[in-house]
């Protein structure tokens, strides 16, 4: 038994896949216990009764065909044309496409290198310094993933079997405070020079609609499919899907029909990546639930922490860290399971852990040293990562500020919530 438990260690060391070594640890618990292995199949078998599971690969299909089209270049030019008048403009610019990028994308990385070449060369002929642009991309880069239909959000409802409507609304305010909170930050830091008058162009703005035109409703049919009544998220993620794929294929013609296997095989590269690891982690969750461990470590917890409020404290501290060493996907199906349990047990809501957490993590992406979005900027914009953790401090003192106003503050994430949900 201690070499199975050695040669698991060596695996992680090692940097063996992570499903490999979740389900390697779920596998030797059960036959610790003299439990049949086998259960460890059933477990992951239980993953086909999830009917919202059935959204995640339809979002990832769709964010990563608008990762690979024209649709960035489109979204900044239209928002140039509506809001680059405005002091701050560009800056103001940068934060709302990213954020909308994000949101439907899913992965902070894809916005970076989709859009940081973009940025970054117009933001410094703009008058911006390179420390704040650098700052504000590599910030930006996970900036949505608050805002529907987040991947994030919809596989932490899965897991902690949460409304995801719900988790979407939950996450529309704390996400456009912290969006305002960097935006004023970026005003503030805007070049000084004379502001120069710009009249407004219809033609330009006619221009830019036309541009976009058909890739300005999707976010109407997802909200408001879901929030009329007309669709379930499955449904959403289905239509939203086809009816990207119809846009960029056949009428942008961004993308090749020969593009398309290459893209389906991307897209479910990531989202098989994302169920073996859910799978083999619900595996290994049942195990510790049967055993009472998230029960056990509550009562320990409980004999040093009896107020709430120092709970989620050390919560985000201890969130803060595994979201700077691990993607957001693996941390939420590792550590949302043990937390849930115990998370009750200090009467927190659930949605509001939602919302919690994936700022937790979403802070991590630029938390150094280990931040991944640090060392992506770092490799995209070809800077030592040391000029990044520089670069990105002032954009996260901000982000620190609206995760403490998120946590101590809930009915910033349940206001929508009560008033709709």
């Known amino acids: 038994m201690n070499i199975l438990k050695g040669v698991i260690l060596g695996l992680a060391l090692l940097g063996s896949p992570l499903f490999i070594v979740i389900s390697a640890v779920a596998l030797l618990s059960f036959y610790s216990v ?20 059935l959204a995640l690969p339809l979002f990832i299909f769709a964010g990563t065909i608008l990762s690979d089209s024209g649709t960035p270049k489109r979204l900044l030019g239209l928002s140039n044309v509506l809001l680059g008048w405005l002091p701050g403009g560009l800056a103001l610019i940068a934060l709302i496409v990213c954020a909308v990028f994000t949101a439907f994308t899913g992965a902070s990385g894809v916005t970076i290198f989709a859009l940081g070449g973009l940025l970054l060369p117009a933001l410094l002929k703009d008058g911006y310094t390179e420390k704040f642009s650098l700052g504000l991309i590599t910030s930006s880069g996970s900036l ?31 996400g456009i405070l912290m969006l305002l ?35 300005l409703p999707l976010p109407f049919i997802v909200l408001g499919g879901i929030y009329g009544g007309f669709l379930v998220a499955g449904e959403a993620a ?51 639930v049967d055993q009472e461990v998230p029960m056990r470590l509550f009562e320990f917890i409980r004999n040093y922490i009896s107020s709430k409020y120092t709970f989620l404290l050390l919560l985000n501290i201890f969130l803060l860290v ?18 849930v349990p115990i998370a009750r047990g200090y009467e927190v809501n659930l949605i509001h852990l939602g919302i919690i ?14 931040g991944l979005n640090l060392f992506l900027a770092s490799y995209r914009f070809e800077r030592p990562v040391i000029q990044l953790y520089s670069a990105t401090l002032p954009f996260l003192a901000l982000l620190m500020l609206t995760l403490v106003i998120i946590t101590y503050f809930p009915l910033l994430s349940l206001f929508l919530v009560q008033l709709l949900g």
């Not at 595994?322 to 937390?339: C, E, H, K, N, T």
């Not at 957490?357 to 150094?368: A, E, K, S, V």
């Open 34 to 53: 003299d439990i049949d292995i086998s259960v460890v199949i059933i477990e992951m078998s239980r993953l086909i009764d999830t009917p919202l599971l």
């Open 144 to 174: 949505g993933l608050l805002f529907p239909p987040s991947l994030p959000l919809i596989l932490y409802g899965v897991i902690a079997e949460v409304r995801i409507d719900h988790l979407f609304l939950a996450g529309i305010l704390p």
């Open 181 to 215: 909170l960097l935006v004023a930050y970026s005003v503030y830091r805007s070049p000084s020079r004379k502001v120069q008058e710009r009249q407004i162009n219809g033609k330009q703005i006619l221009a830019a609609l036309r541009e976009t035109v058909w890739e």
């Open 238 to 288: 289905a239509i939203t899907a086809l009816y990207v794929l119809v846009v960029e294929v056949f009428i942008y013609r961004d993308i090749k029909l020969q593009q398309l296997p290459g893209i389906m095989v991307k897209s479910m590269m990531l989202f098989g990546g994302i169920l073996v690891i859910l799978a083999a982690s619900m595996a290994t969750t049942n195990f510790l």
């Open 322 to 339: 595994v979201g700077s060493m691990l993607d957001i996907f693996s941390a939420l199906v590792l550590i949302v399971p043990l937390i």
């Open 357 to 370: 957490f994936l700022t937790n993590l979403q802070i991590g992406y630029c938390t150094p040293p280990v």
